[in-house]
């Protein structure tokens, strides 16, 4: 009797259908006596509002169909408040808690499987999708539909600044509160890279709040070198480019070089993750920077003749299908011809290419023409380089290499400038 009560308690918090050799393994009893328990659990509840269903290889629990009409009817009503089991109570606790979290995050702590009820918390709208962790698979990441999250007030924030006024449905004190804040604002005149680096402190203080990686934002000195790169991998007479950032994040990256760059320009930026399109396209509408943003995953999005493509690769550990390649390979397609990738990747990123699959299909009509390998100290998890490649097929084409001390080191960094200078002389002479 004892482990049928267990059984059948494990089935009502499961949220899901339970594989019946795992209740057999669990409880070191044999497969015909767990199925002689579900099928005397069955015989007992067949009359009651919970029935047990056994198909195949798997157990659950199921409304009994006499009820059908009723919970229909219970269930359509507007007005009712929504109520939750136990199960899914204490799923939405974890998320409240560790969000932003995965699915599997979730039932590593629970226990068990939750697909149902993530199915049914965003059915009512008690959770939603923020985003992808990513690592391998990209799975998504949840959170809590009812709280307002450090980036919401930001975004808020700077509508508010933006349009004037207090946008927001508050009382009237916290409004005069909020106005006696902003006044000030008006008269001072920021500078865009002022207004930039402040919203990057914020976003840096909201990824710390919220336990995301700090790598969703790119330091601002990688941004002026990548910028110093573009300015000198530019033909003179050209005074109008794009610049795609596959990979946005806040927009950091970009705005850095949309701030340094001395050309006209037409920015592009796509990311999966909601919240930092939005804050990218606050950023943007702060500075006055116009840049269209696409909330998509980066391998479907498909533009094309884009003279510049820039991206802070994430760190991603996968041996099956190493996402830097599968999306530098998709980012050639959107170049121009003779155009420019300039991206931040791991320093082990050519370890992963043992067959030189990726370097083959690469060189099919691209080269790559320089790596710049970053100072120690810029990340403490993960030592990083840019690589700069070119949509042209180059033939004995001697490609720069150096490696970056630490920029506040005036002296050494110069002395590497002037290697990538001579070697810019060397490149547009043979381009010529």
């Known amino acids: 009797m004892e482990i049928k009560n267990k059984i059948e308690a494990i089935l009502l918090l499961g949220g899901d259908e339970v594989k019946i050799k795992e209740l057999s393994k669990f409880f070191s009893i044999p497969l015909d006596e767990v199925l002689k328990i579900l099928e005397e659990l069955k015989e007992e509840r067949r009359e009651s509002g919970i029935n047990i269903e056994i198909d195949g290889e798997v157990v659950s629990l199921a409304t009994n169909p006499i009820y059908g009409e009723v919970i229909n009817d219970f269930f359509q009503q507007e007005s009712k408040p929504k109520k939750l089991s136990g199960a899914a109570l204490e799923t939405l606790s974890i998320i409240a808690y560790r969000q932003p979290v995965t699915k599997g995050e979730i039932e590593a702590i629970r226990g068990v499987s939750v697909d149902r009820i993530i199915q049914n918390l965003e059915e009512k709208k008690f959770i939603r999708v923020c985003g992808k962790r990513e690592t391998i698979g990209r799975p998504n990441l949840y959170e809590v539909t009812n709280k307002k999250q450090y980036f919401d007030l930001i975004l808020l924030t700077t509508k508010n600044i933006l ?34 680096k402040a919203m990057q402190a914020q976003v840096l203080k909201g990824i710390k709040e919220m336990n995301l990686e700090n790598g969703l934002v790119t330091p601002d000195s990688i941004g002026i070198f990548i910028t110093y790169l573009i300015s000198r991998l530019n033909p003179k007479d050209k005074k109008e480019v794009s610049i795609l950032d596959p990979l946005m994040g806040s927009g950091n990256l970009i705005m850095t070089i949309a701030n340094h760059l001395n050309l006209s320009l037409k920015l592009y930026g796509c990311d999966h993750n909601e919240w930092f399109t939005k804050l990218a396209k606050a950023l943007a509408d702060l500075i ?37 390649y599968e999306a530098i390979l998709h980012y050639v397609k ?18 992963h290419d043992r067959n030189q699959n990726f370097k083959k299909e690469l060189m099919k009509d691209s080269t790559i023409i320089g790596i710049a390998e970053l100072p ?27 490696k970056l001390p630490n920029f506040t ?10 290697k990538l200078e001579s070697w810019f002389d060397k490149f547009f002479k043979k381009e010529s």
């Open 163 to 196: 349009a004037g006024e207090v946008l927001n449905d508050l009382e009237t004190e916290q409004v005069e509160k909020l106005n006696e804040i902003y006044k000030p604002l008006i008269d001072i005149d920021f500078s865009v890279e002022d207004i930039r």
């Open 288 to 324: 006055s920077e116009p840049i269209d943003i696409y909330l998509q995953d980066t391998l479907n999005l498909n533009l094309c003749q884009m003279d510049y493509i820039v991206f802070d690769m994430p760190n991603i550990n996968s041996e099956e299908n190493y996402f830097p």
């Open 334 to 351: 959107m170049l121009s011809d003779g155009g420019f990738i300039i991206g931040v990747v791991g320093n082990d990123f050519f370890d």
């Open 376 to 402: 120690d100290g810029f990340f403490q998890n993960k030592p990083k380089s840019i690589i700069v490649i070119q949509k042209k097929v180059w033939e004995n084409k001697e490609c720069f290499m150096v």
């Open 409 to 418: 080191d005036v002296n050494a960094f110069n002395q590497e400038l002037v």
